[in-house]
């Protein structure tokens, strides 16, 4: 596929290019970017004048639920989610049924989102076998089928052991393990941030103690064994103390942190709307500002959404019995644009470069860069363009958004898979790749 | 002033006035229960309906009480909260009963919110008969009332609140109610059962019992729900019943310490033996029926201003 992008604020923070500039794609990918580009005759041309051009963005930490629960979301409709929010590619998680713990459900995963996928998908193999966190999964051959991290997400691996011998055992393949920090007896059934809020409303409480001390342990095993070790939805101050001390230790310890981490706290869960309830919970004022300031100086190195959706039967009920989770793919991007850029608390290219650099080197992807013949995979960004978060609209299966009705300035206007429009002014487009 | 809202979840929500008008009207509605013929013609043609989805005779008992007083139609709904597992979500229950066009819900339930849930999706009134270990508003108001009995008044009053602090719906609404009304509290009990951060709810918390019974007016023990810690995941938040009722029982030994005029409190029902001793709690001190009595006119009160009634 062939496109010319023209006119647009181009940002590349992998070169560090942030300025006027034309990006022209031949054949998928990405052949030249310069002023007052041409193409032949018959191009395609994207009038990006007044517009942020930047490469695609990752999500690096997805449930697209299948196989096995496509009453909550399926490949083809979370991955329209990912285009129209902007993302060329998504990392989808493990715990689907039958489990992706083996090469059969990956080449399944893979063969799916090649015929429906909007976007590209790369599967995360799960650590343990179904998840158990008994024996380990057939990590080698997870990676020769195209996983690119290994993760229990959902559940913590609580035996040290375990994970030591994973950490040991992955070492020929170059994948990170992306680790579920919770210690489970510490959470203790607990559904919310353990704090005033949660003694308020009677909710069993998740100290953020059970967050830290697995990533703690976590660290500490990344040391032993020199594997790299990825901490999933980080939540509270504490954890950033911890991986920006690895990470000043030159340890091969990386972060991502959530739209709903970085901008809502125990207070949104007085209403007791369970489309607050999510693992890890929402923590307090101070954790949300330890992360923000944590995402913009680098201690968290990627943006992920968690989106993981869930049916209203499973929502619409006591807090206590309502499923953990939201949906984040379709409002991640304009949140951020909103709060953190417009808020003035990140500018552009270092949110640009969590969405995409910051990822791609994580997981080893090619993408996340608009450096010559690399893949031709954009979002193009109307950063003035205000709109109302309308969950009904959303091209997801599942609408458990906390997000409903918030306003919003920052658009994604446009998403580019390869050099094809997959996505333009909030419409998918041209049918799956 | 009147009532003015749809329904009654929290203290929390509470301005002090209106705490004040339902204690009013109780205690003009109290009389009732001393007339030959206890029935007055304020509800009639309302239907309330006492959904209760977690065993408890007291309080379904006092509302249906409460309800027949005041010539209402009651239906009593019990059934278990888990019914989520049986197909039916207590959103599909709420539905359903709308439809039979009730006035007043009265709802007890195990997960704390599921009063709000109900009345978030229900056009008709909503009571939270308590909800899990979030509150139970109108124990705390029969709670209120009684003290304002024995004491004369509320302001300046000291309250020590003792036991499973953490799990207790009581607790907390009597946190509201009382600071609301300018008396001060003290929770006190083991730490593993004293909720994170309570002090920021504007209570003193103290480990000791002796200590935090010396100069209160008010002693309020708590129910050991040792059943309900069971299911728990956290088991063991104390070594044993004996170690407990030793440390933190009320006995006539430690009341020693009391003031003469101390008032001694309990939800009901009494574990005796274990967060007070029989004597304690069939003793001089004990206002623990009186608590029963004004539970029913706290109730008629509620019903009879949430169905339109004005206040007293």
């Known amino acids: ?433 | 002033m009147g009532w003015r809202r749809k329904d009654l979840l929290t203290m929390r929500e509470l301005e002090p006035g209106e705490i004040l008008l339902v204690l009013d009207t109780a205690e003009s509605l109290k009389e009732i229960a001393t007339r030959e013929i206890k029935k007055v013609p304020a509800l009639r043609g309302k239907t309330v309906v006492n959904l209760f989805l977690e065993p408890s005779t007291r309080t379904r008992t006092s509302f249906e009480i409460a309800g027949k007083w005041l010539s209402a139609d009651i239906i009593n709904i019990s059934g278990s909260s888990s019914s989520v597992v049986k197909g039916e979500s207590l959103l599909d229950t709420a539905k359903n009963l709308e439809a039979m066009s009730p006035d007043i819900v009265v709802i007890r339930h195990a997960s704390a919110g599921a009063a709000h849930l109900l009345a978030r999706s229900l056009r008709c009134s909503v009571i939270n008969g308590g909800d899990g270990a979030h509150e139970h508003p109108t124990q705390a108001l029969l709670d209120l009332l009684t003290i304002r009995e024995k004491k004369g008044h509320l302001e300046g009053l000291k309250a020590v609140i003792v036991g499973d602090i953490a799990r207790s719906r009581v607790a907390r609404s009597n946190i509201w109610g009382m600071r609301k009304l300018g008396m001060s509290v003290t929770v006190a009990g083991p730490p593993t059962l004293i909720p994170p951060h309570v002090g920021e709810l504007g209570v003193k918390v103290a480990y000791a019992i002796e200590e935090a019974i010396r100069d209160a007016d008010i002693i309020m023990m708590l129910r050991l729900q040792h059943e309900r810690q069971e299911g728990q995941m956290t088991t063991g938040l104390f070594p044993s019943l004996r170690e407990y009722s030793r440390l933190w029982g009320l006995t006539l030994e430690k009341l020693r310490g009391a003031r003469d005029d101390v008032l001694i409190m309990h939800p009901g029902p009494v574990n005796r033996g274990i967060e007070m001793s029989p004597e304690v709690a069939d003793g001089p001190y004990s206002v623990i029926l009186e608590q029963v009595t004004n539970g029913v006119a706290v109730r008629m009160a509620l019903l009879y201003l949430m169905a339109g009634g004005k206040g007293q």
């Open chain 1, 1 to 433: 596929m062939n496109l010319l992008v023209k006119g647009g604020r181009l940002v590349d923070p992998a070169s560090g290019f942030d300025g006027l500039a034309d990006c022209l794609i031949l054949n998928g990918k990405v052949a030249e970017v310069g002023p007052a580009l041409r193409a032949a005759e018959g191009t395609p041309v994207v009038d990006a004048a007044g517009k942020v051009v930047a490469p695609g963005f990752i999500d690096m930490h997805v449930h697209l639920r299948e196989p096995g629960y496509e009453y909550k979301e399926t490949i083809a409709t979370g991955t329209r989610a990912a285009a129209l929010g902007g993302f060329t590619r998504v990392a989808c998680m493990a715990n689907t049924e039958p489990v992706n713990d083996n090469r059969a459900v990956t080449d399944y995963i893979l063969a799916k989102a090649r015929d429906e996928g909007w976007v590209r998908v790369h599967p995360v193999g799960a650590v343990t076998r179904d998840l158990k966190g008994e024996s380990l999964a057939e990590l080698g051959e997870l990676a020769e089928g195209g996983c690119v991290a290994y993760s229990d997400d959902g559940r913590p691996i609580m035996n040290a052991g375990l994970l030591r011998r994973a950490l040991e055992y992955i070492q020929p393949f170059g994948l990170p393990v992306i680790s579920h920090a919770e210690d489970s007896t510490l959470a203790a059934g607990g559904v919310m941030h353990e704090g005033v809020v949660s003694t308020e409303l009677g909710l069993r409480g998740i100290p953020s103690a059970a967050e830290e001390v697995m990533v703690a342990r976590d660290i500490i095993l990344a040391e032993l064994t020199g594997s790299p070790v990825h901490i999933a939805h980080v939540s509270t101050a504490g954890a950033v103390r911890l991986i920006r001390n690895a990470k000043a230790r030159g340890l091969r310890v990386t972060a991502e942190v959530t739209p709903h981490h970085l901008l809502l706290t125990e207070e949104a869960v007085r209403s007791f709307d369970t489309d607050t309830k999510m693992n890890p919970p929402l923590r307090s004022k101070a954790d949300r500002e330890a992360l923000q300031e944590a995402l913009a100086d680098g201690t968290l190195d990627a943006v992920a959404t968690d989106h993981a959706p869930h049916a209203p039967a499973e929502k619409e009920v006591e807090y206590d019995h309502a499923a953990f989770g939201v949906v984040g793919l379709e409002t991640a991007v304009p949140l951020l644009l909103h709060h953190l850029v417009h808020g003035g608390i990140l500018d552009l290219p270092t949110l640009i470069a969590r969405f995409t650099g910051g990822p791609a080197r994580i997981l080893n992807l090619p993408g996340g860069h608009l450096g010559k013949g690399a893949d031709g995979d954009l979002v193009i960004l109307d950063l003035d363009r205000e709109h109302e978060v309308d969950v009904a609209r959303f091209a997801s299966r599942s609408r458990n958004s906390p997000f409903g009705g918030w306003r919003l300035r920052g658009f994604v206007w446009m998403t580019v898979v390869g050099g094809k429009v997959v996505q333009s002014e909030g419409v998918v487009r041209g049918g799956a790749r």
